[in-house]
């Protein structure tokens, strides 16, 4: 006979067991957008330990929407791989473009993300961080409803040797650091040039401060560099390149 308090204790039992082993964690990244789910999903997979907080309920950042609520994304050629390593199918779209459908999309990167072993919070917000001799060492969380609402609810915090901001354009995390540390000026990206910054965004991502790195969006925002629309080979590949960067260093 099913019984309501075995979905309960189900429920109880198995989150917070997970929530405590990911109190610490080598890499916490924040967003679960196109370059926090590549990047966590190579982590992951290399035997790292990810968590990725997201703060609205379903990951995929503005993956979703494709362009202009047409749920189509544009990736060029040469992020091909990662299509393929996430098992996306696509069409080609004249010499230069990939066309694939924007759900299929969203859904291959969050699933290949969590079978490889990185962890999805979601509906959870990241507040603060942890910065302590002169280096980023953690994430401070917080629910979401309790953000939205302003209920007066302190934080809790998961330890990190290293954090990522895949915030998109909110750039959350380096705005925090730059609050705090004055290691940078967020510019807020520029206007639409896509073939300049599909390659600027991945060059420029990477670490920003002892402990912190920027990709996707973020990395757009921080040094002002000009925005591509719907195309998504500069998030997949600022992904790989942080997680490429993390996994050199340990
Ligand atoms: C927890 C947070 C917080 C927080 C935000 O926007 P995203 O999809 O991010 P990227 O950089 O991987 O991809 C950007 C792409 O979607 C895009 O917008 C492009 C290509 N635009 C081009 C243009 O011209 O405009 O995802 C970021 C995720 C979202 O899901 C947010 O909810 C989440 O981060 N997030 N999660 N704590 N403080 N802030």
Redesign the pocket.
């Known amino acids: 006979m099913l019984r309501e308090l075995h979905v309960t204790r189900g429920i109880i039992e198995t989150y917070f067991r997970e929530l405590l082993e990911h109190t610490t964690v080598d890499v916490a990244i924040?967003?679960?957008?196109?370059?926090?789910?590549?990047a966590g999903y190579l982590l992951a997979k290399a035997g790292k330990k990810v968590a990725i907080?997201?703060?609205?309920l379903?990951?995929?950042?503005?993956?979703w929407g494709g362009g202009m609520l047409f749920n189509k994304v544009v990736v060029q050629r040469a992020a091909e791989h990662v299509l393929k390593e996430f098992e996306v199918d696509y069409e080609p779209y004249g010499e230069e473009y990939l066309v694939a459908d924007a759900v299929e999309l969203a859904s291959a990167l969050t699933v290949k993300a969590v079978k490889a072993g990185a962890k999805i919070f979601n509906a959870?917000?990241?507040?603060d961080v942890v910065i302590k001799d002169g280096r980023v060492g953690g994430?401070v969380?917080n629910w979401?409803p309790v953000d939205m609402v302003h209920l007066h609810v302190d934080p809790l915090v998961v330890e990190a040797s290293f954090v990522l901001d895949?915030?998109?354009?909110?750039a959350?995390?380096v705005k925090l650091v730059a609050r705090r540390t004055g290691c940078c000026e967020v510019k807020g990206?520029g206007a639409?040039w896509v073939d300049e910054?599909e390659k600027l965004v991945v060059e420029k991502s990477g670490e920003v401060y002892p402990g912190l790195f920027v990709?996707?969006?973020?990395?757009?925002e921080l040094y002002g560099l000009p925005?591509?629309?719907?195309?998504?080979g500069?998030?997949f590949l600022?992904?790989e390149k942080v997680a490429r960067e993390i996994l050199s260093r340990s």
């Open positions: 924040v967003g679960a957008g196109p370059s926090g789910l590549v907080f997201e703060r609205k379903a990951p995929g950042g503005g993956i959870v917000h990241v507040e994430v969380v979401t895949g915030t998109g354009h909110d959350a995390v990206m639409m910054a990709m996707g969006m973020a990395t757009a925005r591509m629309g719907p195309i998504f500069g998030m600022s992904g």
